[in-house]
């Protein structure tokens, strides 16, 4: 029991640093921006924790905001987040490890491995199911459950609508068919399987799949969503682990098991050589088998995916000639996550940046003074509130029925009042007298005026 838990809290034999894994780390000046950075955006409603690595070595891990709708609980690094599509990378390599041990090869059609595979799709391939260039469209996507002859006519209906391997068109449901494909060429259930080729010998002692209990003593996030109510990471998103996702996400997991992912797929405990070469050979649409994989601006090679389910997003970055990556995990669906491990790709390789750093909360007093409902001479409605430490602004235009802009309030680098939409910044001008509380605001050459 002892080395069990000596094994949770620190992992410094294999990877060569020690860590206490329920606290933040930062390492050196670049360790300390992006935990400056991460900081900001949870000024401004990241919820999550980031690690990033290079050179084979963890320069920071951080956690910022809350792991519950309440804001009683606050992530750690080792807080569980579901990382929906990020699932279809697991999925890949489960059917490379079924390809080096020769129960199927990559141009099998997939009629080989599934019955009742209509006439107008025997052509299709394993690897174009892994490729989304099946020609099958994005949009057969309804079916669900646990009856692969139920949903297979339904996901296969129509057929190919271009020649399989000529177009690339991203395909949800190509991965649950592929979960079956794992199934029957093993001999075990896909999230056996997965478990028992992966997750063990990578050490991804935390990870699970939806619907299963937590681990114990492991903190497991609570999603905000934009589309719905909150969710546990744990809780299916869609009833149960059906065909509707299956093998295309409903893993859950956290920033440590997934450098030990990471230094997994480094080495060849879950893949030798010649099977990762064939994993990130990149094809149409710059995918591989379950990865994209391209050139950063400046050149870098990176491997990557995201994925976004109702109160999660994620974002999975390898940088192989750099040995390194970066995960960012979040529990709020609202935020732009991308943006966010750009940016921190910026600091982690010692780039220009491109992505504008948040601006810092406001303080209190300042906060109370805003707070209210703002109208133009045009009936647009400029409304004020706390959430927290957060002012978070909703606009609702007039002229356009149901539109809301969503953005927060902050203090810009010198200090003025901006309102910030992750993707742009506006200065906002105040008319305040006083302590009173603020009575006109101006922004993007519109004033609003408080009112009663």
């Known amino acids: 029991a002892m080395c069990v838990l000596l094994l949770c809290m620190f992992f410094s034999v294999s990877f060569g640093q020690e860590f206490d894994e329920d606290a933040n780390f930062v390492r050196g000046n670049i360790g300390q921006r992006i935990a400056d950075w991460a900081e900001a955006a949870a000024s401004v409603g990241f919820h999550g924790v980031i690690l990033a690595a290079r050179d084979g070595e963890v320069v920071a891990v951080v956690a910022v905001g809350s792991a519950d709708f309440a804001g009683k609980v606050r992530n750690t690094p080792t807080t569980l987040f579901e990382i929906a599509s990020i699932t279809k990378p697991f999925t890949a390599i489960a059917i490379m490890q079924l390809v080096e041990q020769g129960a199927l090869a990559l141009d099998d059609p997939i009629a080989k491995h599934l019955p009742g595979v209509p006439d107008d799709c025997r052509a299709i391939t394993v690897r174009q199911l892994l490729q989304h260039t099946s020609g099958i469209p994005g949009t057969n996507s ?3 459950g646990p009856d692969l002859d139920a949903v297979l006519p339904r996901f296969l209906q129509g057929g190919p609508v271009f020649e399989p391997g000529t177009h690339w068109e ?3 449901q190509g991965y649950a068919l592929l979960s079956e494909i794992v199934a029957r060429a093993s001999g075990q259930e896909y999230v056996t399987f997965c478990r028992d080729r992966i997750f063990v010998p990578a050490g991804m002692a935390s990870t699970r799949f939806t619907g299963d209990e937590a681990p114990e003593g492991v903190p497991v996030a609570i ?3 934009s589309y719905g109510k909150p969710r546990s990471a744990l809780d299916h998103p869609y009833g149960s682990y059906g065909f509707q996702y299956r093998g295309m996400g409903g893993v859950v997991t956290n920033v440590w098991d997934l450098w030990r992912w990471d230094r997994a797929l480094h080495g060849e405990e879950l893949l030798g050589a010649a099977a990762k070469a064939e994993l ?3 094809g149409l649409g710059d995918y591989a088998l ?15 995916h995201g994925g976004g389910v109702r109160g999660f997003v994620s974002e999975v970055r390898r940088y192989p000639l750099d040995d390194g990556c970066l995960f960012v995990l ?3 669906d609202a935020v732009p996550v991308g943006r966010i491990a750009q940016a921190l790709e ?21 906060r109370e003074a805003l707070v209210g409902q703002y109208e133009d001479d045009r009936g647009n409605l400029f409304i004020i509130e706390a959430e927290g430490n957060l002012t978070r602004v909703r606009i609702l235009w007039s002229s356009s029925k149901g539109l809301v802009t969503r953005a927060v309030l902050g203090l810009d680098e010198a200090g003025g009042v901006a309102m910030y939409e992750w993707r742009s910044t506006h200065a906002v001008e105040l008319d305040r007298h006083g302590e009173e509380p603020v009575g006109v605001l101006s922004i993007l ?3 609003y005026t408080r009112q009663p």
């Open 290 to 304: 379950g990865w994209f994989v391209r050139e950063t601006k400046g050149g870098r090679l990176v491997q990557s």
């Open 170 to 172: 991203y395909w949800n």
């Open 346 to 366: 910026e600091i982690l390789f010692e780039e220009a940046p491109t992505i504008e750093k948040p601006p810092a909360p406001l303080d209190e007093a300042l």
């Open 280 to 282: 990130f050979e990149p």
């Open 142 to 144: 309804r079916g669900g």
């Open 223 to 225: 999603g905000r969503s």
């Open 330 to 332: 979040c529990n709020n």
């Open 445 to 447: 050459n519109t004033t």
